[in-house]
């Protein structure tokens, strides 16, 4: 958990400074995807060394940064009497993802943390990097950076 927090530390700031939409997205997804071929290659006996887990837990920490962008999307999208309840929303879709998530992880391990439940694990990271990807880079409506929306 220590390099994702560092990372995402790091990237966040590099982000909202910017006032950058697009690319970290982008970069996020990309992100997961990495992440996640990590993961598979972990749990296909690459071995726990700690530089392969630290580099797992960079990829991660590079999407939780890069993923900040969504709020500079959800501001820039909004207009100032609505973005309450926008704000709102975008909790709301973390915490259900968040849920989804523990679910799945009751799932894939009740037997235990094995090598195929961690691949399981990377399988999901990979499918959901792959569709965030293709869905960020089909939307022409986000911009490079968080545009103010018309009021």
């Known amino acids: 958990m220590l390099p994702i927090t560092l990372v995402s530390l790091v990237v966040t700031p590099l982000v909202t ?18 992440g996640a ?8 006996g690459a071995g726990a060394a700690t ?42 879709a973390g915490y259900f993802g968040s849920i989804g998530s523990s ?15 961690l691949d399981h694990i990377a399988l999901a990271r990979a499918v959901a990097g792959c569709a965030t990807l293709i869905i960020t880079v089909a939307d022409r409506t986000l911009h490079g950076t ?4 018309p009021a």
Do not use: K
């Not at 071929?37 to 749990?43: E, F, K, S």
């Open 146 to 149: 968080a545009v103010a929306a």
């Open 51 to 92: 530089t392969w887990v630290v580099a797992i837990g960079v990829a991660f920490g590079i999407t939780m940064g890069a993923a900040s962008s969504n709020q500079l999307a959800l501001y820039a999208a909004t207009r100032s009497d609505e973005i309450g309840t926008a704000s709102g929303l975008l909790r709301t």
């Open 17 to 34: 400074r910017r006032n950058l939409v697009r690319g970290p997205l982008i970069v996020a997804a990309v992100a997961i995807v990495a």
């Open 103 to 117: 679910a799945m992880i009751g799932i894939v391990f009740h037997a235990g943390a094995t090598a195929a439940a």
């Open 37 to 44: 071929c990590g993961l598979a290659a972990l749990g296909a």
